[in-house]
């Protein structure tokens, strides 16, 4: 509680347990709507330690899907849980980030910019919902029914999108390597 008070969350009270509730039924509804129609096994992946209550919360309105924690995977051991899925929706940039080399087909809720500007630089801004989404459960559903169908150029988007991304590390790493020679040959 100490730490959802701080200056990291400036929203507390009622109406922002109300929407957390919301976001969570609206997810939930979603997940079980699409399970009705395909067979999947979902997962919860808790990216950090303060996505563990949030899964937590969140697994037994799924039927009590698995969650994996932080505290009890290291972060090589999320990762490759992460790359190993069929598909992933997430509120986390770093889980739709690090599955991206494996080329799994993701899709974002997103409650910032990062998600929203990676999703936008992958080609893929139709897979973009918002937390705060009046209609988020239909349209969670209809962006999980997209992905299904459309893996293999959803996954051509992520490919070229990683492609162009090493290519400006590579860049900036040469850039660098020129920065410290000048000033320390």
Known sequence: ESHYSSVY???AGPAVDAAYA???A???????????????FPILVAMERLDARACGALAPQLGGVPVFTSDAHDMYELVSILR???LIVSSRYHAMVTSMP?????AGITMDERIRNLLRERG???????????????????VLEHLADNADSIRHGIGRCVVRNLKTMARMGVYLDRAVQERYP
Request: overall charge positive; hydrophobic content about 40%; cysteine-free.
């Open 9 to 11: 969350f400036h929203n």
């Open 102 to 106: 494996d080329l799994v087909p993701s």
């Open 26 to 40: 609206s997810i939930a509804g979603a997940v079980k709507a699409f399970r009705a129609k395909r067979n999947v």
């Open 124 to 142: 893929h801004g139709n897979l973009l919902l918002t937390v705060d989404d009046p209609d988020l459960e239909a349209r969670l559903l209809s």
């Open 22 to 24: 919301k976001y969570h």
């Open 84 to 86: 190993s899925s069929s």
